[in-house]
C-alpha cells in the first residue's frame, strides 16, 4: 500500500534555513511531487512542483534525487509568518495521497 | 482573478441525511479535485473531474460521488451521513488536463458537522 511520510512537527527560529523532508514509495513514473502550505482555517496553498533534481522559486526550493523515493522541501530564511502545516502531495496513479503534514513552528 | 469559491462554508446535517456541496474553480481550469480533511486522518483524496468526466477516484465508499458540469463548476454529494463524515471539504482546481500531479488552487473549504 502506497505511503507517503513526513515528520509531524518541526521547530525553527527565524531567518534559519528549514528543510522538510517527505518519504514516497510506489511513486509512479509520471507522477509528480508538489508542497503546500496551509493556514489553520485556510485551504492549502501551492509552494513548490518538481518531477526530479531540483527545482527553484521564488519562495523555496525543491530537492529529488534519482530514485524520486524522497524529496526535501527547502525554506530558506524563515519568517514567523512561515509558521503553518507543510504536506507533500504525491500521485500514485488512480489515487492521490498527500503526507500527514509537518506542522513547523518559527521561534523569535 | 477570483479564487476558488465553495458553498456552503458551513453546513449541519443529521446522521442519515444526504447532503451537496458546491464549487466553482477559476475560470478556465477544467480539472476539479476533492479532498476530505479530518484531524485523525488529514487530508485524503476524494475524486477528481476533468471534462465532466471523474479521471480519479480515492478509496471512499459509495455514499460519496460527485459530478462536473459543462462550465467546470462541480459538486459533491455524502448519502447517508455518518458521524465520521464530520470534517472540512477542499475542493480545488487545475488548469492542467494531463494525467499525474499538478498545481492545484485550493478553496476555503465547506466545514461539516454531522451530529
Known amino acids: 500500500l502506497a505511503k507517503t511520510t513526513q515528520p509531524i512537527s518541526m521547530d525553527s527560529y527565524e531567518g534559519q534555513e528549514v528543510n522538510i523532508t517527505c518519504s514516497h514509495n510506489n511513486i509512479a513514473t509520471n507522477d509528480y511531487i508538489t508542497w503546500y502550505q496551509q493556514f489553520p482555517s485556510q485551504g492549502p496553498r501551492f509552494i513548490i512542483q518538481?518531477?526530479?533534481t531540483k527545482v527553484t522559486n521564488e519562495v523555496a526550493s525543491l530537492f529529488i534525487p534519482a530514485d524520486r523515493k524522497s524529496s526535501t522541501l527547502s525554506l530558506p530564511r524563515v519568517s514567523l509568518s512561515d509558521t503553518a502545516v507543510y504536506y507533500c502531495?504525491?500521485?500514485?496513479?488512480?489515487?492521490?495521497?498527500f503526507g500527514p503534514g509537518t506542522r513547523l513552528s518559527v521561534l523569535p | 482573478k477570483a479564487g476558488v469559491t465553495q458553498t456552503p462554508r458551513y453546513l449541519i446535517k443529521t446522521r442519515g441525511q444526504q447532503v451537496t456541496l458546491s464549487c466553482s474553480p477559476i475560470s478556465g481550469h477544467r480539472s476539479v479535485s476533492w479532498y476530505q480533511q479530518t484531524p485523525g486522518q488529514g487530508l485524503q483524496f476524494l475524486f477528481e473531474y476533468f471534462s465532466e468526466t471523474q479521471r480519479n477516484k480515492g478509496n471512499f465508499p459509495g455514499r460519496f460521488s460527485g459530478r462536473q458540469f459543462s462550465n467546470s463548476r462541480s459538486e459533491m454529494n455524502v448519502s447517508t451521513l455518518e458521524l465520521g463524515d464530520s470534517a472540512l471539504y477542499l475542493c480545488?482546481?487545475?488548469?492542467f488536463g494531463a494525467g499525474g500531479v499538478y498545481e492545484q488552487y485550493f478553496g476555503p473549504g465547506t466545514r461539516l458537522t454531522v451530529t
Open positions: 518538481g518531477y526530479k
Open positions: 502531495l504525491v500521485g500514485y496513479g488512480q489515487n492521490f495521497v
Open positions: 480545488a482546481s487545475s488548469p
